[in-house]
C-alpha cells in the first residue's frame, strides 16, 4: 500500500481499538508510535507488527494518561526522539458503569483526566507542527453515548460528549490549515472496555441486548479511517448505530428523558 502517513501515534494501543488502529495503520505508515500504560501488550504487538511489515519502525512508550505529568513526559519524550505525528489517534479512554454518588472520586479523576485532559492536551501539542507540514489528521474516539445524558454513566457520557464537540470545532479552526480532524463515535464494540469499566460485584443488565448491536472493531476502525481520509466531521460506524444516532438527533429531549429513566439499571450480582 502507498504510504499515508509518516508518524501515526495512537493511545491505549496495548489492547481493543488501539491495537487495531496499529495493525491496520501498520500498511501505511512509515512509522508508529504506541502509547499506553501497559508496556508488554505493546512491546509483542510490536514485535508482532515489524515481522509482518519489514522497514516499518515501531516505538513504544509507556505512559499513564491519568497522570498529568506523565503526559508532560510524553509530548517531552516526542520531541525529544524527533518525532512530529501527522496521524494522532486519540483512542485511550475510561469508563465506569453505576450511580454517580457511589463512585470512587479517584476512578472519576481518571475518567476526566484520560477522557478529557490528556486527549485534548495531545491535540495541543501536535498541531503547531501538523500547521508547519501542511498536512495532519487528528481522529478522537468519542462514542454514541455522547449524544445523550446516560443515567448510570453519567460522567463518561458527559466526557464523551466534550470529545465530539471539541472535535467539531476544532475541525472548523484548522480546515484552513490542510488538517482533518474527526470524531469517531461507535456505540457497543467488544474489547475489554465494557469489562474495565463495571464495578466489582456488578453486572451489566444491558449486554444481551447490546449484542446485536456490536460492530467489530475492526470493522470500525476501517471506517473511522475511511472517513477521516474523507475529511468527514463525525462518524458513526455500523448501520445500526448510525441509524440509531440519527433517530437520537432528532428525537425531543422530552422523549429521551422518558427512555432513559426506563432503561435498565446497573445492578449488583
Known amino acids: ?23 491496520q495503520l501498520a500498511a501505511c505508515s512509515r512509522q508508529l508510535v504506541l502509547v499506553s500504560r501497559r508496556r508488554s501488550p505493546m512491546e509483542d504487538l510490536a514485535r508482532i507488527l515489524r515481522g509482518a511489515y519489514p522497514g516499518l519502525e515501531v516505538h513504544v512508550l509507556e505512559c499513564d494518561l491519568a497522570k498529568p505529568e506523565a503526559v508532560e513526559q510524553l509530548v517531552g519524550a516526542l520531541a525529544g526522539r524527533g518525532l512530529v505525528p501527522d496521524l494522532l489517534v486519540n483512542n485511550a479512554g475510561l469508563g465506569d458503569y453505576g450511580e454517580f ?11 476526566l483526566e484520560v477522557n478529557v485532559r490528556a486527549l485534548t492536551r495531545l491535540c495541543h501539542s501536535v498541531i503547531p507542527a501538523m500547521k508547519e507540514l501542511g498536512r495532519g489528521a487528528i481522529l478522537n474516539v ?26 467539531e470545532a476544532l475541525r472548523l479552526e484548522v480546515r484552513e490549515s490542510g488538517l482533518k480532524v474527526l470524531a469517531l463515535c461507535p456505540g457497543p464494540v467488544h474489547t475489554e472496555f465494557g469489562e474495565v469499566a463495571l464495578r466489582p460485584g456488578h453486572r451489566d443488565p444491558d449486554l444481551g441486548f447490546q449484542e446485536w448491536f456490536c460492530v467489530d472493531k475492526g470493522q470500525v476502525v476501517a471506517e473511522g479511517l475511511a472517513a477521516l481520509e474523507g475529511g468527514k466531521a463525525r462518524h458513526y460506524p455500523g448501520l445500526l448505530v448510525a441509524v440509531a444516532a440519527v433517530a437520537i438527533s432528532l428525537a425531543p429531549m422530552a422523549l429521551l428523558r422518558l427512555i432513559l429513566a426506563t432503561r435498565p439499571r446497573r445492578s449488583e450480582g
Open 1 to 23: 500500500m502507498p504510504l499515508k502517513y509518516d508518524t501515526a501515534l495512537m493511545t491505549g494501543a496495548s489492547a481493543g481499538l488501539g491495537e487495531e488502529f496499529a495493525h
Open 101 to 111: 454518588t457511589s463512585a470512587n472520586w479517584e476512578r472519576i479523576e481518571e475518567m
Open 142 to 167: 468519542s462514542s454514541l453515548a455522547g449524544l445523550v445524558p446516560i443515567p448510570d454513566m453519567a460522567v463518561y457520557a458527559a466526557t464523551k460528549s466534550y470529545v465530539t464537540s471539541f472535535s
